[in-house]
């Protein structure tokens, strides 16, 4: 493995661990708050096995965002197959409500992770701001998908009406404003898919 190539299924042990406690760092404390030195303390290992497997500490942001967003992707994949396999198009989409209560529950107490990371890296140029664009696209994909099978008139306009109401109940939910933003937003899609059919 190269200086700054590790990829999440290739890490070594020391990688992992170091991963793993940037992962939690960042998150819970924000990316620019959290310095190499805590992450190895934290980890258990050196500063030196940081850089050696992950080359600096912009990749591993990267690698931080890049194993979260498939964390979600398989997340909310494996919801819709398992709660709303045989369920009609209409439901499927709604599902992917459920799914994200249920994540933000979980793994999201502080907001999304990747706008919190969006906020805190600037530069386009940075190497986790093409996963953090990725993954909103990615999300916005699987609801124009859904929006096809659901027979939607203008799929393209509803998928960018759910990805609005997705990303704002997960941002509402992080700070606290809204009570229960994830169940307002399914109400508010239900309306939208109303207005589509």
């Known amino acids: 493995m190269g200086t700054g190539t590790a990829e999440a299924g290739e890490l070594t042990p020391g990688a992992r661990k170091v991963l793993e406690a940037a992962s939690t760092l960042f998150y819970e ?106 993954q909103k696209l990615w999300l916005r994909g699987c609801l124009y998908d859904l929006a096809v099978e659901a027979g939607a008139a203008d799929p393209g306009r509803l998928a960018d009406e759910l990805t609005l109401l997705h990303e704002g109940a997960t941002v509402l939910r992080g700070l606290a404003l809204v009570d229960d933003p994830v169940a307002r937003a399914r109400s508010l899609a239900e309306q939208a898919l109303d207005r589509a059919s």
């Open 29 to 134: 404390r924000g990316i620019t708050a959290v310095g190499v030195d805590l992450i190895a303390k934290e980890a258990g290992t050196t500063k030196k096995t940081l850089y050696d497997r992950f080359g600096g500490k912009d990749a591993l942001i990267a690698a931080y965002l890049r194993e979260r967003d498939l964390r979600w992707r398989s997340w909310l994949t494996g919801w819709l197959e398992e709660h709303a396999g045989s369920a009609g198009p209409r439901a499927r989409l709604l599902a992917t409500f459920d799914a994200l209560a249920e994540w933000t529950r979980r793994h999201n107490p502080r907001g999304c992770g990747f706008v919190n990371a969006a906020a805190e890296l600037p530069d386009p140029a940075h190497p986790g701001r093409r996963i953090i664009t990725d």
